[in-house]
Each structure stands twice: as structure tokens, then as C-alpha cells.
């Protein structure tokens, strides 16, 4: 069950940070992104080759921070990845306006990423 603070957070921020555990280092590692919130998911979008999308396909669990409340998530499968692309670009249009998202957010290469929160 989400906590209602992170719930919120999501609700109202603009992006966030992923905190994945480095797949060699063991380390941390952090980055800033745009999300869409959804029916309790987080819809991220990233190239194949991004080292955090790396971190998280050697190990699911995640932390999420925004607005300053971080919490545990974990990366789900996604069946339909041409579909959950279209569907994430329309989410970020309505966020972020479409004049920021254009077509080439769902252009070959590009990987919907699907969080839950817990």
C-alpha cells in the first residue's frame, strides 16, 4: 500500500528521481526524470541503454524521490511495450503540455518502464 504522503507527491510533482543499486558497484545511483502517474503507476520512458534501466533489469527494486518523500518501488513487466509507449506519451501531453512532448518520445529505441510503488 503507497503512503498517502508519496501518493500526493506524485499526484503534484513534475519529475523525480530513481534511485537504482549499481548492477557492478553496488553503489547508488540516482537520476532525474519525467513521469506520468497513473492508477497507482509510475510510467517512465528512457533509451535501452540507460544505465539505470541496466541497474533495475539486474534488479527490480527501486526507491522513487519527489517532493522531498522517497519510498520503495519495484519495476513491473510491461507486455505491450508499443501500446504502454503510445499510452505514456499521451499521459505526459496532458502533464506537461503537448508542445514539450513530441512524436519522437515513441520513436524506436525508447522504453516505457513501469514502477509501482509500495
Known sequence: MIAPELDRALREA????VITTGRR?????????????????????????ADWLRNLDSDARCRIRVGGIEGAARREP?????????????????????????????????????LVPE
Open 25 to 49: 558497484t553496488g553503489g547508488t545511483h540516482a537520476v532525474k526524470v519525467w513521469f506520468a502517474y497513473d492508477g497507482g503507476v509510475v510510467w517512465l520512458r528512457t533509451d535501452r541503454d
Open 14 to 17: 513534475e519529475e523525480l528521481e
Open 78 to 114: 510491461v507486455p505491450d511495450e508499443a501500446a504502454a509507449l503510445r499510452g505514456l506519451v499521451d499521459l505526459w501531453r496532458a502533464k506537461y503540455g503537448a508542445e514539450w512532448v513530441a512524436d519522437w518520445y515513441v520513436e524506436r529505441g525508447r522504453v516505457p518502464v513501469r
